[in-house]
């Protein structure tokens, strides 16, 4: 199993940045892409942005050239560096680990606000 632990989110005015964090813990050698996911309510969960172990990236649409997510393998943790936010960021932000050979595993999730 991996645990993963989110945090760094809170509130921040349209424009403003906020960094997440996302430690990994257990099984770390099985993790191969990290990937971070928002949820709304009564929406469902979309990708925000992916790496994968060799640092490849993607981002959605919305978010393309405003966030960056990049990985310490050293230390097991991926990071979203989010600038130049929108009230429409609003959202619970989720890490999540793809495993090799085992199904994927989801952080508890990190509130993200951003007021206008």
């Known amino acids: 199993q991996v645990q993963l632990v989110e945090s760094g989110g809170g509130l921040v005015q349209a424009g403003g940045s906020l960094r997440l964090s996302c430690a990994a813990s257990?099984?770390?050698?099985?993790?191969?892409?990290m990937g971070w996911y928002r949820q709304t309510p009564g929406k469902e969960r979309e990708l925000v942005a992916v790496?994968?172990?060799?640092?490849?990236?993607n981002y959605a649409d919305s978010v393309r050239g405003r966030f960056t997510i990049s990985r310490d393998n050293a230390k097991n943790t991926v990071y979203l560096q989010m600038n130049s936010l929108k009230p429409e960021d609003t959202a619970v932000y989720y890490c999540r680990a793809d495993l090799l050979f085992r199904s994927p595993s989801w952080g508890q999730g990190t509130q993200v606000t951003v007021s206008s």
């Open positions: 257990g099984r770390v050698f099985s993790i191969n892409a």
């Open positions: 790496i994968t172990s060799g640092g490849s990236t």
